[in-house]
């Protein structure tokens, strides 16, 4: 479900749309992209470019229940804050982001839908900013993700981020524009395979130095998307910028639902509750925060352990709103993670108690060390079903939280 891709959004233009012809030739005139003959140059410059079309319509056949554990993936990725930079699962553009935005705010300017782009019949699962308004410069809002579906399972098509960004452009095209450096950009216009799998180059321009010395910036275009100056026309700057203006302009937006509406969205498809949030929902059972100098201070009000005795530790309180049974603090080591699930072995019990009582909250003493967690809680909720989270801290804020896991041995 997954493939990648590299280079960066530089901030060179947003204008108006108008095609041009940078390289004339009165004998020879190119059709437009998608009427192209196979034996066309590939480097001999178009005369125009293709008119944008609207955002095709959400197709008929249903791909929620497909698409559901990708989206939960992304899902539980943004309410955790996650910044990784995961190319091969397409979320480096969120994580990106997630180093500037609040969780609330990520969960509104990030959305989804599942529409068919490629013209097929089988809808594509695209993932993107949410377009700020219906201004034409306001609706260059990149595309994180585009998933297609083969043999009945997502596949990754591209991912995009800062320095690799894509535009929607509609019938199906996309306009990437991204850098490498000073000396080397690209800007490309492609259009998604019938099969949705693949981006077809139509135009691509890339800068590259002129020769050896490196002191000058070259302009070259081609139809084959390599940044290859002898399968290339060299042109000048202004042929370039007036190219790059009419494959960059007229962007389209698609009707995304925000991810703050996903949960819902889930309800609505029939797919039950998210596991995210059913996770989640545990706060309404136990809360986890960092003990405050004012809460320790009232020395009768709680319970206290220390496990760990580096000058390090950290004082992490349980509070819970109904009596959990047989509390375990644990030690717990990472085994691997599949998708959205991660599993962990029970390494140790460093602490338990028959019952954890909400008029008694317990104050552990704990360190943390690095990303991974590697401490763990367990507990026999009021249903009879015993339950197990990692205790994490967030890379954005530091806050503490946790997540419930599966363990591989009990």
């Known amino acids: 479900m997954r493939k990648g891709f590299s280079i960066l959004l530089s901030g060179l233009l947003l204008f108006s749309f108008t095609a041009c012809s940078l390289i004339k030739d009165s004998s020879d005139k190119l059709d437009l992209p998608d009427q192209q003959a196979e034996e066309a140059s590939a480097t001999q410059a178009p005369t125009s470019l ?27 990725f943004i309410v955790t804050g996650n910044t990784d930079i995961d190319y091969e699962y397409g979320t480096v553009g969120i994580g990106e982001q997630a180093i500037f935005r609040s969780t609330d705010e990520a969960l509104e300017k990030t959305g989804f839908a599942i529409i068919d782009l490629s013209g097929d019949g089988l809808p594509e699962l695209y993932i993107g900013e949410m377009a700020s308004d219906a201004e034409s410069e306001n609706l260059r809002a990149p595309a994180y993700a585009l998933f297609t579906l083969q043999d009945d399972e997502p596949a990754l098509t591209f991912t995009g981020w800062y320095r690799n960004a894509y535009f929607y452009h509609g019938n199906g095209r996309f306009y990437n524009q991204g850098s490498n450096g000073a000396m080397y950009s690209i800007y490309g216009l492609y259009k998604l395979s019938p099969d949705g799998l693949n981006l077809d180059c139509e135009h691509y321009i890339f800068t590259y130095e002129k020769d050896e010395s490196q002191t000058e910036i070259g302009y070259y275009y081609n139809t084959i998307c390599k940044d290859d100056k002898t399968a290339s026309v060299e042109l000048s700057e202004e042929e370039a910028l007036e190219k790059i203006e009419a494959l960059s302009s007229e962007p389209v937006a698609i009707e995304l639902i925000p991810f703050s509406e996903y949960p819902q969205s889930r309800m609505d498809q ?51 709103s109904n009596t959990v049974k047989d509390f375990k603090y644990l030690e717990i080591l990472l085994t691997d993670c599949v998708d959205d699930k991660c599993f962990f072995d029970i390494v140790e019990e460093l602490y338990s108690i028959n019952e954890l009582r909400p008029e008694r909250p317990l104050v552990i003493g704990m360190e943390f060390i690095g990303s991974i967690p590697n401490r763990g809680i367990s507990f026999v909720d009021e249903t009879g079903i015993r339950r197990y989270f990692s205790i994490n801290q967030s890379g954005k804020d530091g806050s503490v939280f946790l997540l419930e896991f599966e363990p591989t041995q009990p």
């Open 50 to 76: 293709p008119e944008p079309t609207a955002t095709p319509e959400e197709p008929e056949f249903e791909a929620a229940e497909v698409y559901a554990d990708t989206l939960e993936y992304f899902y539980q």
């Open 270 to 320: 029939g797919l039950g509750q998210s596991p995210a949030d059913a996770a989640n929902s545990v706060e309404a059972i136990i809360t986890v925060d960092y003990a405050s100098d004012e809460f320790l201070a009232n020395t009768n009000s709680y319970d206290e352990v220390i496990i760990d005795l580096s000058e390090a530790q950290t004082r992490i309180v349980f509070t819970v």
